[in-house]
């Protein structure tokens, strides 16, 4: 199910909930100290009848399996409303990337906060909501998959649409991030807003509309070898 926002709904924020992360090691030898806990926030403007999408990317952080989304709230949405796309995880502290989706089922003249509760201790590194019109009021996903692995270069999917017109939206977590701008994928689709955790940027989202029936995949370069967990899912029109 997807957010349909309501009428009289002017805009949204999100909210990410975390507690301090641990180090990193980028060389192998030398930490890096963790983020602090805090929030992670953003407006956007909301249209009627329109549909929103989350992607969070975190380092996974914490022992025994490391910090996921446990819940998702708000948004006009009703309790329980928000769905799981996908969940991809690497051991702790090598990241994690979720992909959520909800329908709103009440009208506000305010702005609407979304908040993401993280089970654990994290760094985030993307927290992104988008609206989009024209997504299926039912059984809106049409295909999901994701990755883990180390390299030199990333490849979320392949996720094979069986409708003509599907949205597809990507995100990445890597162990290396790109110090001075973006990282955006080599295969034609276009970033969403990600954050940059101290210098660099290591989680990173982006999205294609209006694709053809068949396989889609999103291609990421991060800037050398990088421990790295992706995902990918299509939404019916």
């Given at each position: 199910t997807s957010v349909t926002?309501?009428?009289?709904?002017s805009s949204l924020t999100i909210v990410a909930d975390g507690a301090q992360g641990g180090p990193s090691y980028d060389d192998g030898y030398t930490p890096s100290p963790g983020g602090k806990g805090g929030q992670v926030t953003g407006t956007v403007g909301v249209t009627a009848g329109d549909t929103l999408v989350?992607?969070?990317?975190?380092?996974?952080?914490?022992?025994?399996?490391?910090?996921?989304?446990?819940?998702?709230?708000?948004?006009?949405?009703?309790?329980?409303?928000?769905?799981s796309a996908t969940v991809q995880k690497?051991?702790?502290?090598?990241?994690?990337?979720?992909?959520?989706?909800?329908?709103?089922?009440?009208?506000?003249?305010?702005?609407?906060?979304?908040?993401?509760?993280?089970?654990?201790?994290?760094n985030i590194q993307l927290a992104d909501v988008t609206e989009w019109s024209g997504i299926?009021?039912?059984?809106?996903?049409d295909g999901?998959?994701?990755?883990?692995?180390?390299?030199?270069?990333?490849?979320?999917?392949?996720?094979?649409?069986?409708?003509?017109g599907d949205l597809v939206v990507s995100a990445t977590w890597s162990s290396v991030g790109a110090a001075t701008a973006q990282n955006s994928t080599t295969s034609g689709f276009t970033a969403l807003s990600q954050a940059?955790?101290?210098?660099?940027?290591?989680?990173?989202?982006?999205?294609?509309?209006?694709?053809?029936?068949?396989?889609?995949?999103?291609?990421?370069?991060?800037?050398?070898?990088?421990?790295?967990?992706?995902?990918?899912?299509?939404?019916?029109p």
């Open positions: 926002v309501p009428a009289g709904l989350l992607a969070v990317a975190d380092d996974h952080g914490g022992a025994g399996g490391g910090a996921t989304v446990s819940a998702v709230t708000g948004g006009n949405v009703a309790a329980g409303g928000w769905t690497g051991s702790a502290n090598n990241g994690e990337v979720e992909l959520w989706y909800g329908r709103g089922a009440t009208t506000s003249a305010s702005p609407v906060t979304v908040t993401v509760t993280l089970s654990g201790a994290t299926a009021a039912s059984s809106p996903t999901v998959t994701g990755a883990t692995g180390t390299g030199t270069a990333i490849t979320a999917g392949p996720v094979t649409t069986t409708v003509y940059v955790q101290g210098t660099t940027y290591r989680g990173w989202g982006a999205y294609q509309t209006k694709l053809p029936v068949g396989a889609v995949s999103a291609a990421w370069s991060p800037p050398s070898s990088a421990t790295y967990v992706t995902a990918i899912a299509a939404f019916n």
